[in-house]
């Protein structure tokens, strides 16, 4: 019997099947989910549960119903064959697996414990990941799991007030100074690997993937706004990271081919450069791209960020000096800035005029009730 013909019949997998479906069928296992599922086991004896999807027993839920894959929650994999969520037994609490390859990166672990050693991890400036194991997988020494807390993307769900985002911008200054303080490089410091703590944003939880909606993808997930509820930024994805010996002098690196390519010191050759002023450039575009050219009203950040991504890395500000700057000009900003509301320039007007009232009637609430603009986490 075909493990298609399995499914339909209602028989559960034993533990040598390694995929429940016949793989052109929708909703099967991709070839690199199946290392996860020959995996599930283990994975459970060390402490943490992976979804439905992944165990042994797996039967399709939507075989013989009629129902789109797409619509059952273990039709959904995971987004990145590397990365997959699962459960602490323990507490029940989301996190994060990823498989990280010694040998082609042979610095990401080391890097990552490093903050977590004291007194490093106890600095309220660290904002890179926290690191909360690591796993070694038994039967390949080059191959370890990192476990750490489940984190969503910065930007969902979506900034409210100016005062929301200049609490991002602190933070994201912050720690890349100090990783920068540290002699670390980030290398890689674009949108894609800075993501938040949205746990105590979401009172009924979310689902992993399709994070804004429920566990059970029955409707969409309620929040808190930010303001009501201070979230904590996280640098992520060390794995070009680099550590540093100041004795050695500045650093030189070879071009990234990954990432954002619009680094400027990339389009001209290929001669090593300091990827110190590369990060600040990273997070300066990230700044422009996401806020400045989609946004109305972050004026405040343009003369910094335009000096930030200058096209000669040496005349950029250094990661002290962007805070410092960055200081004045948050106190700068009035409090009626930083609870104003931040519209899209691609926003439609009976959008605006609904966000609009909804926002208005949370601003008085948040006056009322002494709600600080800037809301940071303790």
Same mark, same amino acid.
């Given at each position: 019997?075909?493990? &298609?013909?399995? #499914? +339909? &019949? ?15 069928? @929708?909703?099967?296992?991709?070839? +690199? ?27 399709? &839920? ?5 129902? !789109? ?8 994999? #995971? ?16 996190? +994060? ?34 690191? *909360? ?25 979506? %900034? ?50 399709? &994070?804004?909606?429920? @566990? ?33 002098? !500045? ?14 010191? %990339? ?7 300091? !990827?110190?002023? +590369? ?37 950029? @500000? ?24 931040? @519209?899209?320039?691609?926003? *439609? ?30």
């Amino acid at each position: 019997m075909s493990p &298609s013909e399995a #499914a +339909t &019949s209602g028989q559960d997998y034993g533990p040598d099947d390694d995929q429940p479906l016949d793989p052109s069928q @929708p909703g099967a296992l991709t070839p +690199t989910e199946l290392f996860w599922r020959r995996h599930q086991q283990w994975l459970e004896g060390a402490g943490y549960m992976l979804r439905e999807r992944y165990r042994d027993s797996w039967r399709p &839920s939507w075989i013989g119903t009629g129902k !789109p894959y797409f619509r059952c929650t273990d039709g959904i994999g #995971a987004q990145r064959g590397g990365v997959i969520d699962a459960t602490r037994i323990s507490d029940g609490a989301l996190v +994060t697996l990823k498989r990280v390859r010694k040998s082609r990166h042979p610095h990401e672990v080391e890097i990552g414990l490093f903050f977590m050693s004291e007194p490093l991890v106890s600095d309220p400036k660290n904002h890179c990941v926290p690191i *909360l194991q690591v796993l070694q997988v038994p039967e390949d020494d080059d191959l370890s799991l990192i476990v750490m807390p489940y984190l969503r993307v910065y930007y969902s769900p979506r %900034f409210e007030t100016y005062g929301e985002v200049v609490a991002f911008f602190k933070q994201v200054f912050e720690g890349l100074q100090f990783m920068h303080a540290h002699r670390i490089a980030h290398r890689d410091c674009d949108g894609r690997n800075i993501m938040m703590d949205g746990v105590s944003l979401y009172p009924e939880g979310f689902h992993p993937i399709r &994070s804004n909606m429920k @566990p059970d993808l029955s409707g969409f997930a309620p929040h808190y706004t930010r303001t009501q509820r201070p979230t904590r930024y996280y640098l992520i994805d060390f794995g070009i990271s680099r550590r540093y010996n100041p004795e050695d002098g !500045p650093p030189l690196e070879p071009p990234i081919l990954g990432g954002d390519k619009s680094v400027p010191e %990339f389009q001209t050759s290929d001669e090593p450069r300091d !990827p110190f002023p +590369t990060d600040v450039y990273y997070m300066g575009n990230m700044i422009r791209e996401d806020f400045i050219k989609t946004k109305y009203g972050f004026e405040f950040m343009e003369k910094l960020v335009a000096d930030m991504v200058q096209d000669d890395p040496t005349k950029r @500000p250094t990661m002290d000096e962007v805070v410092t700057r960055f200081e004045s000009i948050r106190k700068s900003l009035s409090s009626w800035k930083l609870r104003s509301r931040i @519209p899209e320039r691609d926003e *439609l007007a009976i959008i605006e005029a609904y966000r609009a009232v909804v926002h208005w009637k949370r601003r008085v609430w948040y006056v009322l009730r002494r709600i600080p603009a800037v809301p940071l986490p303790c």
